[in-house]
């Protein structure tokens, strides 16, 4: 893993920690993804030059990595449990090991849908968990969407208050689940709630990721 301070005129610095200082950006090269923490006083300018520089050394890679933007204080997913790491500093390191992410087939279960065969419990909610992506909502939409669904699906009687969902939200938010994570989640809910698969079956059912 390389980290890096990104400059006003975007080059790019070593550097063996991130301080998180809030006129700073910082670019984490972790191989596969690149991260890009943008302080809230940055300036614009420094902000577009690090995302070009992040476009740059993707391009340079053998297999492109993805590159994923937080804000200060916007945080979320897979970024949130590296931080305190990142404070306390890796230098020049081999990538973090982190769990499996769930990644969402949804090429390979429309060619087995083309074919001709009929689509399984993974093969619905998978092309449901993109169709949901492909609408474009932030992460922040999409943890509020899934907390209501999580609440109202375990309580008996009246819909969700705003203070309930608030709480659910958070806890979601400060989760380290992916986005991709999150449309696969509310896919599955809205099966259940659609009364298309019972709860024990959703209880043992385990993605492929």
């Known amino acids: 893993m390389l980290l890096y301070s990104v400059s006003e005129n975007g080059a790019l610095r070593k550097v063996k920690k991130v301080d998180f200082a809030e006129n700073k950006v910082f670019l984490i090269d ?9 302080g809230k006083k940055a300036s614009k300018k420094k902000k577009d030059l690090s995302k070009r520089k992040a476009e740059l050394l993707s391009e ?15 945080e979320y997913g897979a970024f949130i449990p590296i931080m305190e790491d990142l404070k306390k500093g890796f ?22 849908i083309e074919a001709g065969l009929t689509p399984d419990l993974e093969a619905v909610i998978t092309v449901n968990a993109h169709n949901i992506a492909q609408e474009g909502k932030s992460y922040e939409e999409l943890c509020k969407i899934l907390a209501e669904l999580q609440i109202s699906l375990t309580k008996e009687k009246g819909k969700p208050t705003a203070k309930e969902i608030k709480k659910k939200e958070e806890e979601i938010f400060k989760s ?3 986005y991709e994570e999150i449309c696969w989640l509310i896919s599955q809910i809205r099966l259940l709630k659609e009364k298309k698969i019972d709860k024990q079956k959703l209880a043992d059912f385990k993605p492929s990721s």
């Open 60 to 74: 340079k890679k053998e297999e492109p990595a993805k590159i994923q933007i937080f804000e200060q204080d916007k």
């Open 176 to 178: 380290s689940s992916t």
């Open 30 to 38: 972790d191989d596969k993804t690149i991260f890009l923490w943008q």
């Open 91 to 112: 230098g020049q390191i081999s990538p973090i090991e982190r769990r499996d992410e769930l990644h969402i087939q949804y090429e390979d279960t429309l060619d087995l």
